[in-house]
């Protein structure tokens, strides 16, 4: 199975809470290298904090800057560009 590259992940989901997703992803060790960014507009500060804590990469605070995802996206590009990856 392939897993993703990245997830982009809202902490306000229907049902279940994006920190309860997110503590699911870094419990599994296939999982753990998997990058994770977080933008939000919830109004609680905690919240992002909790959602560094528990193992995101990143958290874009909504409404997000376009200059602020610019440099995320060319970190994760260099990052991604010097890692050795498996061929398919």
Known sequence: MRWPDL????????????????EYVRA??????LVVIVPTGHPDPAMAAEAVKLGANSVLRKPVDFGDTVKLMTALYEMWRMAKRPSM
């Open 7 to 22: 997830v982009v992940l809202d902490l306000a989901m229907p049902g279940e809470s994006g920190l309860k997703v997110l």
């Open 28 to 33: 599994k060790p296939e999982l753990r290298r």
